[in-house]
């Protein structure tokens, strides 16, 4: 079923018509397109920034970027390369941003656990009644020596709960679980109403170290795969029948992320 595959490829996009959203839009890090001037005023602004590629997946191309006093830090896969100036840290990154378009944006210090960055991945899908359901969320725990989260990245899979858990008290950990609900519907709402043919959503949500939900991004073409790590199936088993009852079958032929103990 073609419908079923519809894809909004444009972090740009998508994230623009979040923003357009009174109740999202506060939720959204601030993102601009990238150029030279936005990246020095958003260094002047954040002590930290995220640029990442437009239209990039599985984390590829995504680097962290630091003002250190007058220095400049980037960190791009394991390695962390300091600049002495902003003009070498322009001619640094142009070597790893190609002429595809790379946005910047606000950079989360994420919650850890194990002294490791977690974000947090929602799925949201049309239930067979055609109504939105977040139909499970995972924490995604970073590789020791990356800055992205991704299961292609090195990075490894726990119960959303037990991560939270571990830094808020059960009353603050069921609120946020609840939030998270709450912010899934919004954002499918939001989503579905520009894109109609949308069925299922995979939201990448962040958990800052004051504990305060922000939305990194939203993909049209979710992995189930992260859901194939969690001890439990029956998250994995609802999102498979929920994906077939639109007409998505899912290979499942998941090698990429880990499985936290
Ligand atoms: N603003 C930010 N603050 C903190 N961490 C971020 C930020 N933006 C991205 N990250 C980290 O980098 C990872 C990859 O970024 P993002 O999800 O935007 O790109 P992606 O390559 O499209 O990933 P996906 O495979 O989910 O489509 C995130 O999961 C998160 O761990
Ligand atoms: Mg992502």
Known sequence: MKTSRFTVKSKWTKTKLLQSQQELAKLVPPTQLFSRKHLFDMLERYDMVYVKPDAGSQGKGVMRVEKKGSAYQYQNGIR????????????????????????????????TYDHRPFDLRVMIQRNPEGEWEATGTVGRVAHPRKAVTNGSQGGTIYAADRLIRASADDAKTDELLQEIDRIALAVAAAMSHTYPALNELGLDLAVDRDLTL????????????????????????????????????????????????
């Open 214 to 261: 922000w939305i990194l991004e939203v993909n049209t073409l979710p992995d189930p795969c992260p859901f194939t790590k969690l001890k439990q199936k029956d998250t994995i088993k609802r999102i498979v029948s929920y994906g077939k009852a639109y007409g998505r079958y899912y290979p499942l032929n998941c090698k990429k992320s880990k499985q936290g103990m």
């Open 80 to 111: 962390t390369l300091t600049c002495r100036s902003y003009r070498e840290l322009c001619r640094s990154l142009s070597k790893q941003i190609d002429s595809k378009r790379y946005l910047i944006q606000r950079g989360i210090h994420l919650l």
